[in-house]
């Protein structure tokens, strides 16, 4: 059977957009580069190469496409199912400074025995509840024994207002990855919920994202709500760490919700949900407290106990090795 190139080169093209439109799955394969006179060599037909989690020798364009973006080509190719390989072979060392949209890090860089005597102030957020409840510890050894914020119960942060943003409405952004070094104190003899991260999903009123311990279950518990859907987990007690600091990263595409601890992924029970919300009442981000929007709740009865520390957000779907990775950054 014959097969015309005009009818080679649209097959070609035709399966590297849906390669493309995939998401992360790319093909590197070989056609004319004009500026080195029609020469063949290697290219990734994608906008955004450093975007690709796994990478497959494609095939040969007897044609160079007409496309809407530029392309960048090669003289070698690669092959690999490893994101953090590919983007070293690709030099996109700041993909993940690209996608970052939120990055507080909740620190003092410094040796861990003075933490205590460092004073507690910050542009980064205002303290809420009882100043005294809040201190400088040592942070997670994979920060460089930064000293980290520690917030008791009556003490809590106030990030600040993030009206018509992703993280008070994840439903603005495609996809979200949130990473946060975290050491929970304790949730023994807790009563009602105690909240470590809320920016109002878990309340009807507004959209945003909640991680809380509950008491009368006894289990962690995770929600996320846009105008469109909410979504739920719950885990149990022993899936997240006490008493240590460990790595917090929370994933969210459509209606995909996960949670990581520490890289791997953990098992959660659905929570039976309700719809989204029509409104956004809360829009400000705390840490160990619940954003109820202009309900007073009593500090002693919603904030939590913990430590944070490096606070990064990405309007990006970050896969396991790259939250493994991110785990090492120091910002």
Not at 35 to 48: A, F, K, L, S, T
Not at 170 to 184: D, N, Q, R, V
Request: glycine share 8%; proline share 4%.
């Amino acid at each position: 059977m014959d097969v015309s190139l005009g009818t080679l080169t649209f097959f070609f093209v035709f399966l590297q957009l849906l390669q493309s439109a995939e998401g992360f799955d790319c093909s590197i394969g070989q056609e004319p580069d004009p500026n080195e006179g029609n020469r063949y060599r290697w290219v990734i037909p994608v906008p955004d190469p450093c975007e690709c989690t796994r990478l497959r020798v494609g095939g040969l364009n007897t044609r160079t496409p007409c496309r809407h973006y530029s392309v960048t080509y090669y003289d070698t190719f690669m092959q690999s199912d490893n994101a953090e390989e590919i983007r070293k072979w690709l030099n996109c060392t700041d993909l993940l400074e690209k996608h970052l949209i939120l990055n507080r890090s909740l620190r003092r860089d410094g040796n861990p025995k003075q933490c205590n005597s460092i004073t507690v102030s910050s542009t980064e957020y205002d303290v809420r509840g009882s100043p005294t409840l809040l201190k400088m510890v040592p942070g997670p050894d994979e920060a460089d024994h930064a000293c980290a914020v520690s917030a008791e119960v009556g003490s809590y942060l106030d990030l600040g207002d993030f009206n018509n943003t992703c993280y008070s409405d994840p439903g603005l952004c495609k996809s979200m990855t949130w990473s946060l070094w975290l050491k929970i104190y304790t949730s023994k003899g807790f009563t009602g919920e105690r909240y470590y991260i809320s920016s109002g999903g878990q309340t009807g009123i507004a959209r945003g994202v909640a991680f809380l311990y509950k008491s009368t279950t006894n289990e962690f518990e995770l929600h996320v709500r846009t105008a469109t859907f909410k979504m739920g987990n719950k885990y149990q007690q022993s899936q997240i760490p006490l008493q240590s600091w460990f790595h917090l990263a929370l994933t969210i595409e459509m209606n995909v919700l996960n949670l990581y601890v520490d890289g791997e992924l953990m098992n959660g029970n659905n929570i039976n949900t309700q719809g989204g919300s029509s409104v956004d009442g809360c829009t400000r981000l705390y840490l160990g407290m619940t954003n109820s929007c202009d309900t007073e709740y009593l500090t002693n009865t919603y904030s939590g106990s913990a430590a944070y520390s490096n606070l990064m957000v990405f309007d990006r779907l970050l896969n396991q090795d790259e939250i493994k990775n991110l785990m090492q950054m120091k910002k």
